[in-house]
């Protein structure tokens, strides 16, 4: 069985609601369709420490979350958008994957981003993140992206919105498909 592991960017800890998180949950409910069976991590809850190694020294949380991720077969970052850009948790997770660049561990791994926020920016930070996991290894596949933006300056989260748009929805099942079948591929056909 595929592994996937949703690394839930929230600014806040567990047990505050996070409508990343909750995305992110989504995808992997559209994924367990494909028989793919995942875990999502809220980095905030980790003392991850900042730095673009794969250990930062004692007390550092990211090991163990790498070794998840090393485990795993797809990783979808959960990111909110704060002033147009993915949260610093967000970023953070980026340095340190910064350490794998010429490792070759992320390659095989196919990678997809959800972005919750309520302003513009959902292509950007998905454009942004994306691209920075292609570069340190990990395979994109098409339409690797879902998204939910409210009202600019609104007050409404993902989280509290009611039912849910159709859009949405639609891009949480084509990015579970497509990702499934990418890693189905990588799975049986590896990079030489």
Same mark, same amino acid.
């Given at each position: 069985?595929?592994?996937? *592991?949703?690394?839930?960017?929230?600014?806040?800890?567990? /047990?505050?609601?996070?409508?990343?998180?909750?995305? !992110?949950?989504? &995808?992997?409910?559209?994924?367990?369709?494909?028989?793919?069976?995942?875990?999502?991590?809220?980095?905030?809850?980790?003392?991850?420490?900042?730095?673009?190694?794969?250990?930062?020294? #004692? !007390?550092?949380?990211?090991?163990?979350?790498?070794?998840?991720?090393?485990?795993?077969?797809? *990783?979808?970052? %959960?990111? #909110?958008?704060?002033?147009?850009?993915?949260?610093? &948790?967000? @970023?953070?997770?980026?340095?340190?994957?910064?350490?794998?660049?010429?490792?070759?561990?992320?390659?095989?791994? &196919? +990678?997809?981003?959800?972005?919750? !926020?309520?302003?513009?920016? %959902?292509?950007?930070?998905?454009?942004?993140?994306?691209? +920075? *996991?292609?570069?340190?290894?990990?395979?994109?596949?098409?339409?690797?992206?879902?998204?939910?933006?409210?009202?600019?300056?609104?007050?409404?989260?993902? @989280?509290? +919105?009611? /039912? @849910?748009?159709?859009?949405? +929805? %639609?891009?949480?099942?084509?990015?579970?498909?497509?990702?499934?079948? *990418? %890693?189905?591929?990588?799975?049986?056909? #590896?990079?030489?």
């Amino acid at each position: 069985m595929l592994r996937a *592991l949703v690394l839930s960017c929230s600014l806040r800890r567990s /047990p505050s609601p996070s409508s990343s998180e909750l995305l !992110g949950r989504e &995808v992997l409910t559209a994924l367990s369709d494909h028989d793919v069976d995942g875990t999502v991590i809220r980095v905030a809850d980790h003392d991850v420490r900042f730095g673009v190694s794969a250990d930062e020294g #004692p !007390g550092d949380a990211w090991p163990g979350i790498r070794a998840q991720l090393l485990d795993a077969h797809i *990783l979808v970052v %959960a990111t #909110p958008i704060w002033m147009g850009q993915p949260s610093s &948790v967000c @970023k953070m997770v980026l340095e340190r994957l910064d350490a794998e660049l010429t490792t070759g561990t992320m390659r095989g791994k &196919v +990678a997809a981003v959800a972005v919750v !926020g309520n302003e513009d920016g %959902a292509h950007h930070v998905t454009a942004e993140v994306l691209q +920075a *996991l292609n570069d340190v290894g990990f395979t994109v596949p098409a339409a690797a992206s879902t998204y939910w933006v409210g009202e600019a300056m609104g007050k409404v989260d993902y @989280k509290d +919105a009611g /039912p @849910k748009p159709d859009t949405t +929805a %639609a891009a949480t099942l084509t990015l579970a498909a497509n990702a499934a079948h *990418l %890693a189905r591929l990588l799975e049986s056909a #590896p990079y030489q």
